[in-house]
């Protein structure tokens, strides 16, 4: 990126002339910081460096901050303060990226430092941490206690130390915080900040021959003098045979990785050590690739289908005349091998390709896939890795290490600069929105802006498009690609309907389970195939209740029951995480009669181990896959063949590929289908139609889906069986219109929140009512609580703004609603009061 100074330089002096930029901050203000370069600091900064500053009253926070615009003009209205530090030779955030942040920050109605701080990686911003030290004028000793007189004992002996090595010095029981206070206010200690940046580069430690010994001669006169040293020369003969000096003197310099030999039983490791101090051996630390590939496999080739093969040439030839492509093929169609042949054609002429996953779950099945395919020129990028992976991948992508990376929906931050394409997997998925904090952005929308600052192109692909994008290929705005065949003559599996109304008056019913289907899952353990069971609905039960006063369990910052846990016997809120002991009793009328009411995953878990208990049963939900690996575990052991059930949430719906389910049971489908929401019906068809898509992928075996429900006649039901994914587009196509939601319109929802019910409303209305008067009754709606109205202590109201895609001017309604909401905030009395904007809310 060329420095904005080379223009500054040609017309000042650089001794007369003070520079400033224009600081991005990662906290949630509207405006852009101005602070002071120093002078020694001028010529090597640029826009989107990384730099170190002060903030705060007496400069008590260190703050990572993003170069957005170098200049030499003074800020109006504050003294601007120094750059303390240039942490980049070069940008790591590119111009395109900060045209996001800025985009992003406007469309989406927040700040950019609130885009800049979820946009980089933990490991890029430097971090503070409290040290101690001694103070060198103190000397009054006889006013310490004696656990006074043993900190600074120690830190005698240290140049500073942590609270927590202090903490660990004093040992248990001491209250390290009150020692440090007591301590500051004699002014025996001095208490400051040490910046380090998070991201550490993995090191391993090697060891090589000393350069004397290179040369043959050298190396034969060592071994004669190590004759009477046999371990010392068997460590040398050891060390020989892994790298041969003797042919190639240069390799000694590459050396070897010191565990090889550390963990070898038969070397001495004191041998090791003497030779070592001794300057036969030296060592030395390299930095190691965190995802470097140890085995690298042959790659493998791709053979597309006759009905793959027309897939990726229509889209290629719809690319000519359309920027985005939708590609609706359905469950098991093999669109994934669509997508390497494309993203092979893109690498080929030497554009960057960026393949966007919905869920982590997905990222690790598909991985292995691409893997095999294209090696380690491949970078993954998702939330589940560490700070110092993500920032590999960042710097990766940088440098060129990376053409092609996958991942989940913040990868569309990473700093690309030369994108070809733009794969969005299931991209009618609702993972891709971001809920909390914000920007609230969804990363299929962002990833077309990034694609059309870079002119790559974008490919959808779902066998259950979104309506909105479905909307846009019928307009022709989209290019559309359909799919209509399973991979390797497949058949799309029977779906039956089980009426669970019917076979609870029969008393057929086993607990959640109708007969229907514990005879389908008690066949297919028999075949020796596997099962995947859906409820999503995680934990043992919604609910704990009393049989004799209807006491239930209830959280105390939520407005919602708590969910039974039985593993771990708790009570746990899903919103904010409170958890309680379960009462022996009912804690109102001292019943005995406290039971559990209805079921989620970790019940079905529970029960099939007793309907089936030699058959093997694994659950994938957010409880099981909270560790690092735990997805990429669960989905190995199914894969074998190890376990005979899968249970799960919506995790397990999300394009995952197992040859040998034949059978899907699918729980509660009544409550998806009846949700109060505008896009529930929409939702149901997706969520359940993918799910189904789990069962007979492979070839002359055909899958069954048994769907429970107390009412078989719903329409919805009829389509799912059908596949009828365009008779469902007509239905809901036309009620959109008629009630103007979105593809018609974009929604914007603000929710205000505050800890007083009545203060929460007054705002809620007041901001309703000036809305109403500038937009119409037609465009807003509200206040209404939504159906939790209190999260965290804090009472919530809704109000929902419609805006026209047509004829409207959308960024004046927003720099409007921007207005009011400031109104609100800037008023005394509702100053408490926060308001969440989330734009294209689903």
């Not at 509702?830 to 989330?838: A, F, G």
Request: aromatic content about 8%.
């Amino acid at each position: 990126m060329e420095n904005q100074f080379d223009t500054l330089f040609a017309s000042f002096d650089a001794e007369e002339v003070t520079y400033f930029a224009d600081l991005i901050l990662p906290i949630p203000v509207p405006k852009l910081f101005t602070y002071r370069v120093p002078r020694a600091m001028a010529e090597q900064v640029k826009i989107g460096a990384r730099v170190i500053v002060p903030f705060g009253k007496k400069n008590s926070r260190v703050l990572t901050a993003i170069v957005a615009r170098l200049h030499n003009t003074p800020p109006e209205h504050y003294q601007a303060r120094y750059v303390t530090e240039l942490l980049d030779e070069y940008p790591l955030v590119n111009s395109y990226q900060l045209e996001l942040f800025r985009w992003m920050a406007d469309y989406y109605m927040c700040c950019v430092g609130e885009v800049m701080n979820i946009a980089l990686p933990s490991g890029l911003k430097i971090s503070s941490q409290s040290k101690v030290q001694l103070n060198p004028d103190f000397d009054y000793p006889e006013l310490l206690t004696d656990y006074e007189g043993v900190i600074l004992s120690e830190l005698k002996k240290h140049p500073a130390l942590t609270y927590d090595e202090l903490g660990r010095l004093a040992g248990e029981g001491v209250n390290i915080a009150a020692l440090i206070k007591s301590l500051v206010g004699k002014k025996a200690i001095i208490v400051f900040e040490e910046v380090r940046e998070k991201y550490v580069p993995k090191m391993i430690r090697k060891i090589r021959l000393h350069r004397n010994y290179e040369e043959k001669a050298q190396l034969l006169v060592l071994l004669q003098r190590l004759d009477k040293l046999p371990k010392q020369q068997e460590v040398v003969m050891r060390y020989l045979s892994h790298v041969p000096v003797q042919n190639s003197p240069d390799l000694n310099q590459r050396g070897l990785d010191k565990t090889i030999l550390n963990q070898d039983d038969e070397l001495s490791q004191s041998s090791l050590n003497t030779l070592v101090k001794n300057a036969v051996f030296e060592t030395f630390e390299v930095i190691q690739p965190r995802f470097a590939d140890n085995d690298p496999k042959t790659p493998v080739e791709i053979r597309l289908t006759e009905h793959q093969q027309r897939a990726a040439d229509d889209i290629m030839a719809q690319f000519a005349t359309q920027n985005i492509v939708l590609l609706h093929g359905i469950t098991g169609s093999g669109k994934t091998e669509v997508y390497i042949n494309l993203i092979q054609q893109a690498l080929g002429s030497g554009s960057q390709v960026l393949y966007l996953l919905p869920e982590i779950a997905l990222t690790t099945q598909i991985v292995v896939r691409l893997q095999r395919v294209f090696g380690d020129k491949m970078g993954i990028y998702h939330s589940k890795f560490s700070d110092n992976e993500r920032v590999e991948v960042w710097k990766g992508v940088v440098s060129g290490q990376y053409q092609f990376v996958v991942g989940v929906r913040s990868s569309v931050f990473l700093p690309f600069d030369n994108l070809g394409l733009i794969i969005v997997d299931e991209e009618h998925e609702t993972s891709y929105k971001q809920h909390d904090p914000a920007p609230r952005y969804h990363a299929r929308d962002v990833a077309m802006m990034v694609a059309h600052w870079q002119q790559a192109k974008v490919l959808l692909g779902s066998a259950t498009p979104a309506l909105e994008t479905y909307y846009q290929a019928q307009q022709g705005r989209y290019g559309l690609v359909e799919l209509h065949h399973r991979f390797g003559d497949a058949t799309m599996p029977n779906i039956l309907l089980v009426d669970t109304k019917k076979e609870k008056r029969q008393k057929t019913m086993k607990s959640e389970f109708s007969s229907a289907l514990l005879n389908a899952l008690g066949l297919n353990i028999e075949k020796k195939e596997q099962s995947i069971l859906f409820q999503n609905r995680r934990g043992y039960s919604p609910y704990m209740q009393c049989e004799d006063c209807d006491w239930t369990a209830e959280c105390l910052n939520c407005a919602v029951s708590l969910t039974y846990h039985q593993r771990d016997a708790e009570l746990r809120c899903h919103y904010c995480g409170h958890k309680e002991a379960v009462p022996r009793v009912c804690p109102t009328c001292g019943s005995t009669k406290v039971k559990t009411i209805g079921f989620g995953t970790e019940k079905l878990e529970d029960q099939l181990q007793v309907f089936f208990p030699n058959s093997r049963v694994l659950r994938m939900d957010l409880d099981t896959t909270r560790a690092k690996d735990a997805y990429g575990q669960i989905i190995r052991e199914f894969e074998k063949g190890d376990v005979d059930m899968l249970v799960g949430t919506q995790m397990i719906t999300k394009g995952l590929d197992f040859d040998n389910v034949s059978l899907v049971g699918i729980f509660d489908a009544d409550r998806l289908i009846h949700f109060p929401d505008f896009r529930a019906t929409e939702r149901s068809f997706q969520m359940l139609t993918q799910v189904s898509g789990r069962a007979g992928r492979r070839a002359g075996r055909q899958g069954t889906v048994l769907i429970q429900t107390a009412n078989p006649t719903q329409s919805i039901l009829q389509k799912i069986i059908q596949n009828d994914y365009k008779g469902l587009y007509e239905e809901e196509i036309q009620e959109r219109q008629d009630f103007n939601y979105p593809p018609f319109s974009r929604l914007i929802k603000l929710t205000v929140r505050h800890v007083d019910k009545a203060v929460s409303q007054q705002a809620a209305e007041r901001l309703c009512a000036e809305l109403t008067d500038a937009l119409g009754s037609s465009r807003v709606l509200g206040p209404e609580q939504p159906l939790v109205e209190r999260i965290r202590n804090q009472f919530l109201f809704d109000i929902l703004i419609k805006i026209e895609r047509e004829k409207v001017n959308t960024k004046a309604v927003k720099a409007y609603v921007q207005d009011r909401i400031n109104d609100i905030l800037t008023d005394k009395g509702l100053r408490q009061v926060s308001i969440v904007i989330d734009v294209d809310c689903l």
